[in-house]
């Protein structure tokens, strides 16, 4: 595929295009300066290629660059983070993915 990746938030959730195709998103419910992220999914024909990881590094750089904290309480994006260290320090204070929220 010749398109490069771009992530785009649409207001709603963080998507993965590929050209005019979405291969993925991150969906997400924003409260002041807190960003829940609560579901991610790519699409199949684009799975095993990295696109979550992009996707999710995309999501998680721009709500840096917007000062925001984030609860990951989507299993893709708290093992990216787990991950990927240098992004522990946007984990909301007091974050437990148990604690029934969303928001």
């Not at 095993?48 to 590094?57: A, E, K, P, T």
């Not at 000062?67 to 299993?75: D, E, Q, S, T």
């Not at 994006?77 to 969303?102: M, N, Q, W």
């Amino acid at each position: 595929m010749a398109d490069e990746p771009t992530v785009v938030d649409t207001g709603d959730r963080y998507e993965l295009r590929l050209g005019d195709e979405v291969a993925g998103f991150a969906e997400y419910r924003r409260r002041g300066d807190t960003t829940s992220f609560t579901h991610t999914l790519v699409e199949q024909q684009y799975g095993g290629r990295g696109f979550g990881s992009i996707l999710i590094r995309g999501a998680l750089d721009a709500e840096r660059a917007a000062g925001r904290a984030v609860k990951p309480y989507c299993p893709f994006v708290r093992g990216y983070i787990d991950k990927h260290p240098e992004f522990a320090d946007l984990v909301a204070a007091g974050f437990h993915p148990d604690s029934g929220e969303t928001s």
